[in-house]
C-alpha cells in the first residue's frame, strides 16, 4: 500500500514538473542612444554607479521597478522586453533631470533615442601620446548655465579596461587639476592634463598592451542631488 502510494505522489509530482507553463516570452528588444539635445553627440557614461534608465510596466497592480544600465558610451540596449506600455524615467544621470514619459514597446525591434542636457560638455577633447607623456586638451560648456556652470574638477583617467572612469581607473600621479577647481565655466579657457608614463611605471607596465583614456569634468551646483561626472569619449592607445 506504502509502495502505491509512493509511485502516486512520483507520478504527480512528474507531472506537475513537465507542465508548460503558459507565459509568454519577451518578444520586444528595446535600444538607443542617449544624446546631447543640442550637439546630437552621445553623453558618454559611468558604467559602475553611474546613469541607468528606470521603466515601469503598465497593466500590474504593483509593478516591479525595472533598471536598464546604460553603456559607457551613452547607449543601451535590452531584448528581453515585454511589447507593452511603460512609464520610463532616468535615475543617477549625469544630465539634468528628465520628466518621466510612457512609451509603447511593441513586438520586435524598438529603437527610442533619448535627448538629454549633460551638466558639462567636453568641447574638442583630443588625447595623445608622445613619447613619456600622455596629454589631454579640452574645452568645457556649461549644459545649462543658468542651473550649473560651475566645474569643481577634471581628470584624465586611464585604465587597462574600457570601462575607464571616476570609479574605475588607476590611481595616478599627475592627470588632474586641482581637486576643487570651483570656477565659473569659460568655453575660451583650454585646460592640458598630463599623464608622465616613465613616473607611473607599476601602471603601465604592460607592453604590446591597450591602455585606454577619458576625461572627465565634475560639476558641482545645488538642488540636483549627487551631480554626476561627464566624460569624453574613450580613446585607446597602445604601449
Known sequence: MKKTALLIALAALAFTSCKVDNYDAPDAQVFGRILDSKTGELVCNNIYQGSSIHVIEHGYENPANQYWYIQNTGEYR????????????FENGNFFPVAAKDYEFKKGENNVDFQVTPYL???????????N???????LEAGDPSKVNTVSEIQLFAYTDMHVSNTIHY????????????????????????IDVAENGSSF????????FRIGAHASGEGFGEIRWNFSPLVTIGF
Open 78 to 89: 535590452n531584448n528581453f522586453v515585454f511589447s507593452n506600455t511603460y512609464t520610463v524615467s
Open 121 to 131: 560638455r567636453i568641447l574638442n577633447p583630443q588625447i595623445t601620446k608622445s613619447g
Open 133 to 139: 607623456t600622455v596629454t589631454a586638451t579640452f574645452s
Open 171 to 194: 590611481n595616478l600621479t599627475g592627470g588632474s587639476d586641482q581637486a576643487s577647481l570651483n570656477e565659473t565655466v569659460n568655453t575660451a579657457k583650454t585646460y592640458t592634463l598630463t
Open 205 to 212: 607596465k604592460y607592453t604590446g598592451k591597450n591602455y585606454y
